[in-house]
């Protein structure tokens, strides 16, 4: 079937009488969207997941850089087992393009390596060879999802400030709310102008979601003086827990499930926002901040 562009609220209600719709999305300039959460164990991967299969089903060209360089999970969660990943790039023995899996709506999977070392810690060689692989990406999709290991290490910081836009993924647990602002207070101390996307996941209730959401929002304008955008909010699903399971992505298999709609809503209104995005977030300048060798040269690169 032909897909046309529509409104977004034409787009999203069409998704919601039917959540199986491939509906178009408008295709503005490329994007680089790092995910992250404070703490381990709050659904990062997954929503990442979800989040790239949703948009690209709409017609948009993702790619998914797992870029957990220690526990590397995404071919986990999606059921696929890929014959090469970044160790075989980082080393030399296969390009890029030969490591890419094509997933379901064509996502392009980028798998990543258990036990590699931090990006900052790799050997200068390997980290630029790494990198200037990866560039194969600029003008080939028009969303880069990155999913960062979990908490608040330098890598997961050097992506972050690179990409220039995070999705923050919190649940309502007062540790995770605590990690996910100690994530936002180190972006802070950086002189790099990131956008910040805030998600609730595993809500009981839609009110106790979006409290702790604008509460987060709320503190981290007044102490940090950077402003938060609260996205939406996740349901606990117990298809969530199925999908896991059975490691088919959750969009895919219960695509009428209300964590699987709700993601649908924050993909379209995470679209919805390109025009006021940060300029100059774009895959190529995404790539030549993380030529940078640190975070900290990273941010005093920023403006190059």
Request: proline content about 8%; cysteine-free.
């Given at each position: 079937m032909s897909l046309t562009v529509r409104p977004f609220d034409d787009a999203i209600e069409a998704l919601v009488a039917d959540p199986a719709s491939t509906t178009a999305?408008?295709?503005p300039a490329s994007r680089v969207i790092a995910v992250a959460s404070g703490k381990g164990g709050v659904g990062k991967t997954n929503l990442a997941i979800n989040l790239g299969l949703s948009l690209a089903r709409r017609g948009l060209r993702v790619g998914l850089l797992d870029a957990d360089l220690g526990t590397a999970n995404v071919d986990v969660l999606m059921g696929i087992q890929p014959r090469y990943n970044l160790q075989h790039v980082v080393t030399g023995r296969r390009s890029l393009a030969q490591i890419i899996?094509?997933?379901p709506y064509g996502l392009q999977i980028i798998p990543g390596?258990?036990?590699?070392?931090?990006?900052?810690?790799?050997?200068?060689?390997?980290r630029d060879a790494l990198l200037?692989?990866?560039?194969?990406?600029?003008?080939?999709?028009?969303?880069?999802?990155i999913d960062t290991s979990a908490g608040v290490g330098r890598n997961v910081v050097q992506f972050i400030l690179a990409a220039g836009e995070v999705v923050v993924l919190t649940t309502p647990e007062p540790a995770a709310i605590v990690d996910a602002y100690a994530l936002m207070k180190i972006l802070a101390g950086y002189q790099v102008p990131v956008a910040i996307n805030l998600v609730v996941n595993c809500v009981r209730r839609d009110a106790e979601g979006d409290s702790t959401g604008h509460k987060l929002a709320a503190v981290a304008e007044q102490f940090l003086g950077r402003r938060v955008q609260p996205i939406g909010t996740l349901p606990y699903d117990q298809s969530v827990l199925e999908a896991v399971k059975s490691q088919v992505p959750l969009v895919r298999g219960w695509p009428r499930s209300p964590a699987a709609q709700a993601i649908d809503r924050i993909g379209e209104?995470?679209?919805r926002d390109a025009p006021t995005r940060q300029a100059g977030?774009?895959?190529g300048r995404f790539f030549r901040r993380m030529l940078w060798s640190s975070p900290v040269a990273c941010a005093a690169g920023a403006s190059q």
């Open positions: 999305l408008p295709h899996v094509a997933g390596a258990s036990g590699l070392p931090d990006l900052v810690d790799l050997p200068d060689a390997q200037r692989a990866l560039l194969v990406l600029s003008g080939s999709v028009d969303l880069l999802l209104q995470l679209w977030s774009d895959i």
